[in-house]
């Protein structure tokens, strides 16, 4: 069965973590393959994920630090 946009988005975290089945991964590499809006999406995400894992958390102003835990803590 293919994947969605809105599925790829839901399951976004667990296949940057490296997380799911084969078979989820396997429909969510193809449907990468085949929708450039939702490839841009994950490389989006890569470069951000990249970026904020950059920054030692001793150089993070802690208002801003609680700040970005509380807008991503249930960001799925």
């Known amino acids: 069965m ?3 946009c809105n599925e790829l988005v839901e399951l976004v975290t667990a296949y940057l973590e490296g997380t799911l089945d084969l078979e989820t991964r396997a ?3 193809t449907h ?3 929708c450039d809006g939702c490839e841009n999406y994950v490389q989006q995400l890569r470069v951000t994920v990249e970026t904020l894992g950059r920054i030692p958390d001793d150089n993070l102003d802690p ?3 609680d700040r970005l835990l509380t807008a991503f803590r249930d960001w799925r």
Do not use: C, H, I, T
């Open 32 to 34: 990468l393959l085949e």
């Open 27 to 29: 429909r969510f590499d």
């Open 2 to 4: 293919a994947m969605n």
């Open 63 to 65: 208002a801003f630090r």
